[in-house]
């Protein structure tokens, strides 16, 4: 297609402008474009899904490292601490690092150094303050505690709205929790093609358990091989039980050898890259403390 003309008329200029959504012709205005969309639509369809799996598919960010030490954040969610004091989010390696060591009987914010020991109430208020400033993992934390009704009374459509304004602002997990709303109907009506938009949204910006769930969407409709490529990449990244179903489609021949070992040493690169004595002597205390509660 020649690219210096309009598609429709065939005139030529400087102010032809490309289709938006396959960016394979140009035109003169938007009658020109309306009048050329039975011929295009087609052709123009394919393109866009084309670009679109171009960006899906494409390999994400990692996810970012711990603002103490440095190493790259978990992907478990229990491994994580959001501090509402400095907006930081930390490793529990780090987050209970001076609790462990008994280096001081308060807890603070090993980040800023802000009192860490507060009531219930004033963790919430933290919250809502940070939510003043635009702060959209503060939004998807409030948004998580409405709707479990952790230390708030349980309110779906407040949460469904923080977590709305937290994925406007790029939060991806909470465009990861909102297509898990959406594809088990709850809070809202069922809809698995907008749980799809929301869990894509989030598998590019690097969420893996969104990349995880869209390969489990297309496993279950029989397109293995888009399934496995969305098990790769978040396997690649640390997943677990991405991991899995690589090792299934190795041995069901969906995944072939080569895959599967690249698969397998990214996957205990990233490991070793989120490990560390000091987050495991953290989880050992967790489940210490636990037990005796």
Not at 101 to 122: Q, V, W
Not at 140 to 154: I, K, N, W
Not at 232 to 257: C, P, R, W, Y
Request: proline share 3%; aromatic share 6%; with cysteine.
């Amino acid at each position: 297609m020649d690219m210096s003309k309009c598609a429709a008329c065939g005139k030529g200029g400087a102010g032809l402008k490309a289709c938006t959504a396959c960016k394979l012709v140009k035109y003169c205005n938007v009658t020109c474009q309306k009048a050329h969309r039975p011929k295009h639509k087609k052709e123009c369809k394919k393109r866009a899904a084309e670009i679109f799996d171009e960006a899906l598919f494409k390999t994400p960010p990692p996810n970012e490292d711990c603002p103490i030490c440095f190493l790259r954040l978990p992907l478990d969610e229990a491994e994580l601490q959001y501090k509402s004091c400095c907006g930081k989010i930390i490793c529990i390696g780090c987050g209970y690092a001076t609790v462990i060591a008994r280096l001081s009987a308060e807890e603070i914010c090993p980040f800023c150094r802000f009192p860490g020991d507060i009531s219930n109430e004033e963790g919430i208020e933290r919250l809502k303050k940070r939510i003043t400033t635009r702060d959209a993992v503060a939004m998807h934390t409030l948004g998580c505690r409405y709707s479990d009704g952790d230390g708030v009374p349980q309110d779906s459509n407040k949460a469904l709205e923080l977590l709305h304004r937290a994925a406007k602002l790029g939060c991806i997990k909470s465009h990861c929790e909102i297509g898990l709303m959406y594809f088990n109907g709850e809070v809202v009506v069922k809809d698995e093609k907008k749980a799809k938009y929301h869990w894509e949204r989030a598998a590019m910006g690097g969420c893996e358990t969104s990349r995880y769930n869209l390969g489990a969407v297309e496993e279950e409709v029989g397109n293995m091989n888009r399934a496995m490529k969305h098990f790769m990449i978040s396997a690649g990244f640390g997943h677990d039980s991405s991991l899995k179903e690589i090792q299934n489609g190795f041995s069901d021949g969906h995944v072939t050898k080569d895959d599967f070992e690249k698969t397998l040493r990214a996957h205990k690169e990233s490991k070793d890259e989120m490990q560390s004595d000091q987050r495991d002597a953290a989880w050992q205390f967790l489940q210490r403390t636990r037990l005796h509660q």
